[in-house]
C-alpha cells in the first residue's frame, strides 16, 4: 500500500483510531477517520481504515467506494479487490464477488484465503468443478484448513462424487471441522475408514 506523509496531527488521529478499531470501537472511530480523509485525502491508509469501520458498522455502500477509490489508486495491491469481493458477497452480489476475488488472484495467487473466498462464492452459485478447483488450490498452500475440505465435500457431493465428498469432511472432521460430523450422519452411509462412529 502507498503511504504519504503525515502530520504529527494526523498521526495522533490515526493511532487513536486504529486503538478504537482494536477495540471494536468503530463508531466512535469513524469520526476520526473522516476526519483524517478530510485532511489528507491522497493518504491511501486512512482511506482504508475509513472504509474497514464502514465495513464493521455495515455501512457496505460507503465501504464499497473507499475500496474502489483504493484500487483505481493502487491497482497493484490485492487487497483492495480482495475487499471489495467480500463486499460484494454481503450484498449477494455473487458474480461481481467472484469477478474481484479474481482480480485480486491474479494479483496475488499464493494467498490461500483469497481462493478460499472465490470458492466460497461459486459453491454458493452451484459452479462444483471450478469450486473444487479453488479449493484444492487453498489445501495446496495450507494443507490443514479444514474449512476447505468440508467446503470441497459439498462441492464433490453436490456433484454427484459421494464418496469423495464423504472422504473430504472426514478429513475435515479429523482436522477440527465440527459442522462435517453432521454432514457425515446425513450423507455417508459407509463412513471413511478413519471417520467410522465408535460401536
Not at 9 to 37: D, I, Q, T
Not at 103 to 131: C, M, P
Not at 148 to 174: M, P, T, V
Request: glycine share 4%; with cysteine; proline share 5%.
Amino acid at each position: 500500500m502507498l503511504v504519504q506523509a503525515q502530520s504529527q496531527s494526523e498521526e495522533e488521529l490515526n493511532n487513536k483510531g486504529l486503538a478504537l478499531m482494536e477495540e471494536e470501537k468503530y463508531k466512535e472511530a469513524l469520526p476520526l477517520f473522516e476526519k483524517l480523509v478530510s485532511l489528507n485525502p491522497e493518504a491511501t491508509p486512512y482511506r482504508f481504515n475509513r472504509a474497514v469501520t464502514l465495513f464493521n458498522l455495515k455501512h457496505y455502500t460507503r465501504a464499497l467506494n473507499d475500496y474502489l477509490y483504493l484500487a483505481n489508486f493502487d491497482p497493484e495491491e490485492p487487497e483492495y479487490p480482495f475487499q471489495i469481493g467480500n463486499i460484494y458477497e454481503h450484498l449477494d452480489s455473487l458474480k461481481k464477488a467472484d469477478l474481484y476475488y479474481s482480480k485480486a488472484i491474479a494479483i496475488e495467487n499464493d494467498y490461500y484465503l483469497y481462493h478460499f473466498k472465490r470458492g466460497t462464492v461459486r459453491l454458493k452459485q452451484s459452479q462444483w468443478n471450478t469450486a473444487v478447483t479453488d479449493f484444492d488450490r487453498v489445501l495446496e498452500l495450507d494443507p490443514e484448513h479444514h474449512n476447505s475440505y468440508h467446503n470441497r465435500g459439498i462441492a464433490y457431493y453436490r456433484a454427484g462424487f459421494k464418496e469423495k465428498g464423504c472422504e473430504d469432511w472426514c478429513q475435515a472432521l479429523l482436522k477440527g471441522n465440527t459442522k462435517s460430523a453432521e454432514h457425515l450422519q446425513k450423507n455417508c452411509k459407509v463412513y471413511p475408514k478413519p471417520c467410522l462412529p465408535s460401536k
